[in-house]
């Protein structure tokens, strides 16, 4: 099946520091990755839809110059957390929708853990 | 807009016992509908889907039927296990947007 993996699963940052995450699919290609953000016991919130080859389309309420997406191929889009404080700290989850595909479901990464201090 | 709601949890139940999650929507068009699972600290797992009304997706036991006339997709098992307990997620996927929505989550709980 359709795998899509996160790169680093858990990352502890200073606060004031960036932060990357990765998101990849590893077999299958990819021309649309969704980026969410999910709170403890929480649902999880769509930040932003990213498009390869194209700007992302960010959610209201989410700042696109905090939270900078690049999906540079159809394999590959990231999640940069520019100058992160405390109040970003959460679980970040991608996912990614295979070329051509409309109608089928999303396939999810496992998430990356990140705490700033 | 588009919305789904989903029973409240937490549910906590024995081992074996029977198992409904409600789930309900409200869309535009014909929307797919669809289960998830997260188990703790894990990203989510597809459980099930449904792409047209009457469609019933099943997998691992659970089932859930889509059903347009009353915009329901309750999710059902009839003998839950402990490997069983985690948060499942009810969605809807509107093919107009690509966009998917959520519910809050159901966190289950199985006890030996």
């Known amino acids: 099946g359709a795998v899509v993996s996160q790169h680093p699963s858990r990352v502890i940052c200073k606060s004031g520091t960036s932060v990357k995450i990765e998101c990849r699919s590893l077999?299958?290609?990819?021309?649309?990755m969704f980026w969410y953000r999910q709170f403890p016991k929480q649902s999880l919130m769509l930040m932003a839809t990213s498009n390869e080859g194209s700007k992302a389309t960010y959610e209201q309420g989410v700042e696109k110059d905090k939270f900078l997406i690049n999906h540079a191929s159809l394999t590959l889009s990231t999640l940069t957390v520019t100058s992160a404080h405390p109040e970003d700290s959460s679980f970040y989850i991608c996912s990614a929708r295979e070329a051509g595909t409309v109608y089928n479901e999303q396939f999810f990464g496992p998430g990356t853990r990140l705490t700033v201090l | 807009g588009n919305s789904v709601t989903q029973m409240e949890g937490p549910v906590t139940l024995s081992e074996e016992a029977f198992l409904t999650i409600n789930c309900t929507y409200t869309?535009?068009?014909?929307?797919?509908l669809f289960w998830y699972v997260q188990y703790p600290g894990e990203g989510l797992q597809l459980l099930l889907k449904?792409?047209?009304?009457?469609d019933k997706g099943s997998n691992k036991g659970f089932e859930a039927t889509y059903r347009k006339e009353t915009t329901s997709f309750h999710l059902e098992k009839g003998s839950v296990q402990v490997s069983d307990s985690a948060v499942y997620f009810c969605a809807l996927l509107n093919t107009n947007a690509g966009k998917s929505t959520f519910g809050d989550g159901t966190t289950l709980t199985v006890k030996p």
């Open positions: 449904a792409t047209k009304a009457d």
């Open positions: 077999d299958f290609q990819a021309t649309t």
């Open positions: 869309a535009t068009g014909y929307p797919s």
